[in-house]
T-cell receptor
Framework: AQKITQTQPGMFVQEKEAVTLDCTYDTSDPSYGLFWYKQPSSGEMIFLIYQGSYDQQNATEGRYSLNFQKARKSANLVISASQLGDSAMYFCAMREPPSGNTPLVFGKGTRLSVIA | NAGVTQTPKFQVLKTGQSMTLQCAQDMNHNSMYWYRQDPGMGLRLIYYSASEGTTDKGEVPNGYNVSRLNKREFSLRLESAAPSQTSVYFC??????????FGPGTRLTVT
């Protein structure tokens, strides 16, 4: 069974609109961490945001926020006020347990296209 | 601060040739990782090193070997390249649970 599921292969959003990218995960460990990365066409992996399973509040970083629903095992990325530069692949990943040396498990990604 | 560096950026090999991908980090991180990215597959773990002197297999280790040369450097070796190893290879490092930083990647083609 997949640990990380991203059900949207591709998404379109109008510039300046908000968009939500879905991510569900599967774990029986109560302690884990969730990551989102952006991969533009140039290919590098850019860290966006992190949510720990015991964090009291949903994570936010500038225009990025994480809609973390623990009971539903979902960690959706919300991008507000989309910009043309947000067009990229977006990957959700999980680390369990959330120690500094555990590798990440990635979803297959969602390609976001921002339209002017 | 260079972060995570990888060499080379691009490489073309013939089937059966060998090569080593180099990775170095300057963030004093204990843990380092090698992933591969194939179209439509996301990133998959090849090998990782939780600390200097240790290495462990990941999801797709066949055909690869690794060496944690010191705390900074973690290399990936293909002894006899196969077309199925055509991929983009990413090295990453991590010092705390809330982070993992990636190098720019190596695009490898095996003909």
């Amino acid at each position: 069974a997949q640990k990380i599921t991203q059900t949207q292969p591709g998404m379109f959003v109008q510039e300046k609109e908000a968009v939500t990218l879905d991510c569900t995960y599967d774990t029986s460990d109560p302690s884990y961490g969730l990551f989102w990365y952006k991969q533009p066409s140039s290919g590098e992996m850019i860290f966006l945001i992190y949510q720990g399973s015991y964090d009291q509040q949903n994570a936010t970083e500038g225009r990025y926020s994480l809609n973390f629903q623990k009971a539903r095992k979902s960690a959706n990325l919300v991008i507000s006020a989309s910009q043309l530069g947000d067009s990229a692949m977006y990957f959700c990943a999980m680390r369990e347990p959330p120690s500094g040396n555990t590798p990440l498990v990635f979803g297959k990604g969602t390609r976001l296209s921002v339209i002017a | 601060n260079a972060g995570v560096t990888q060499t080379p950026k691009f490489q073309v090999l013939k089937t059966g040739q060998s090569m080593t991908l180099q990775c170095a980090q300057d963030m004093n991180h204990n843990s380092m990782y090698w992933y591969r990215q194939d179209p439509g597959m996301g990133l998959r773990l090849i090998y990782y090193s939780a600390s200097e002197g240790t290495t462990d297999k990941g999801e797709v280790p066949n055909g690869y070997n690794v060496s944690r040369l010191n705390k900074r450097e973690f290399s990936l070796r293909l002894e006899s390249a196969a077309p199925s190893q055509t991929s983009v290879y990413f090295c990453a490092s991590s010092g705390t649970p809330r982070e993992q930083y990636f190098g720019p990647g190596t695009r490898l083609t095996v003909t």
